[in-house]
């Protein structure tokens, strides 16, 4: 295989040198295409993972922090908290199923405005990359990246989120919807009063969709050739590939 390639390589070099100036460049795209033979070197690789996980991470926040981003995708969508889901069937139960409806939105909209602010700490966490950390995200189980995140970016999200989840829910109208419902619920005859704290539940949920994203994109580019967009990731991930 590598035989014909270079045979073909010099049949182009060949060629391109009797070209006109257009047809040199048409014939260049096609060299550029030609699949590499050389294994990327530690810095191809490290600069490789870095280009993928911008891309990735950047995608992922964007989807996320678009409108219904959260409420539109079935994966990450904010329910009633597990410890209130009682709450919901109850509600529901008596003829209350819109103030429950408006629970579940505006929890969904806090998630959204709070996944804004996740890019600027994805690509931090990024820039911070060694070349042993970025070998082992290429070379190692499907979802290494996602687990890199966990472990660096987990603690800055849980900072930059809350805040911004505990104003959004006020502004989109959790706390006083959630209020009603929560006491209206506690208020029916024989039930366990419920108390949540609404805005770490979200912030958490938040934080958890954020990196199921991730998951997604990563296994995109690990599994999807047509998602390696540039020469330098063709290179690095079919060096993984073959490594698999």
């Keep these: 295989m590598h035989k014909i390639n270079l045979f073909f390589l010099a049949i182009c070099t060949v060629i391109l040198s009797s070209c006109d100036v257009q047809s ?18 530690a810095l191809e690789i490290g600069q490789g993972i870095k280009q993928a996980l911008e891309i990735g991470t950047s995608k992922g926040a964007d989807q996320l922090s678009a409108k219904d981003g959260f409420l539109g995708n079935l994966a990450v969508k904010l329910l009633f908290p597990p410890e209130a889901q009682k709450v919901e069937k109850t509600l529901r139960s008596i003829g209350l199923g819109s103030l429950a409806d ?44 996602t687990e890199y995140f966990k472990r660096v970016t987990t603690a800055q999200l849980t900072a930059k989120f809350s805040p911004v989840v505990t104003n959004s829910l006020s502004k989109v109208g ?22 949540t704290d609404l805005s770490g539940y979200v912030t958490q949920k938040a934080i958890e969709g954020m990196f199921i994203q991730v998951a997604q994109e990563e296994l995109t580019i690990r599994n999807n050739m047509n998602a390696r967009s540039t020469t330098l990731l063709q290179k690095v991930f079919g060096y993984a590939d073959k490594n698999k």
């Design 174 to 195: 959790a706390t006083k919807y959630w209020g009603d419902a929560a006491g209206k619920y506690n208020k029916l005859p024989l039930v366990k009063p419920v108390n």
């Design 24 to 41: 040199q460049s048409k014939l260049g795209n096609i060299l550029k295409q030609l699949p590499t033979t050389a294994n990327p070197s």
């Design 102 to 145: 408006n629970v579940i939105l505006s929890l969904n909209r806090a998630a959204e405005d709070a996944a804004k602010e996740a890019k600027p700490i994805f690509v931090s966490a990024i820039k911070q990359m060694t070349i042993t950390d970025a070998t082992n995200i290429l070379l190692g189980n499907k979802d290494a990246a």
